[in-house]
């Protein structure tokens, strides 16, 4: 399966920020801490990453960025 690079999906700031962190294995309650942001403020931006990548929930997510940011 081929994936656009990630700089062709247009992340903003802050869900670039929840990328980082969540491909360190941070809890939503951790990247809440970390962003200054409320837990539904990191799932708003989840949700939306989630959307830009085509997939349902985090370890979809997880692998497809995996595959983006290895190339």
Same mark, same amino acid.
């Given at each position: 399966m081929t994936y656009p690079p990630p700089e062709k999906i #247009?992340?903003? #700031? &802050?869900?670039?920020a929840a990328?980082?962190?969540?491909?360190? /294995?941070?809890?939503?309650?951790?990247?809440?801490l970390q962003l200054g942001v409320s837990t539904r403020g990191v799932e708003y931006h989840l949700t939306g990453i989630y959307e830009?990548? /085509?997939?349902y929930s985090r370890a979809?997510?997880?692998? &497809?960025?995996?595959h983006l940011f290895e190339k």
């Open positions: #247009d992340f903003t #700031d &802050k869900e670039l990328i980082r962190l969540l491909l360190e /294995g941070k809890s939503t309650q951790e990247i809440a830009k990548l /085509g997939v979809e997510a997880i692998i &497809k960025l995996i």
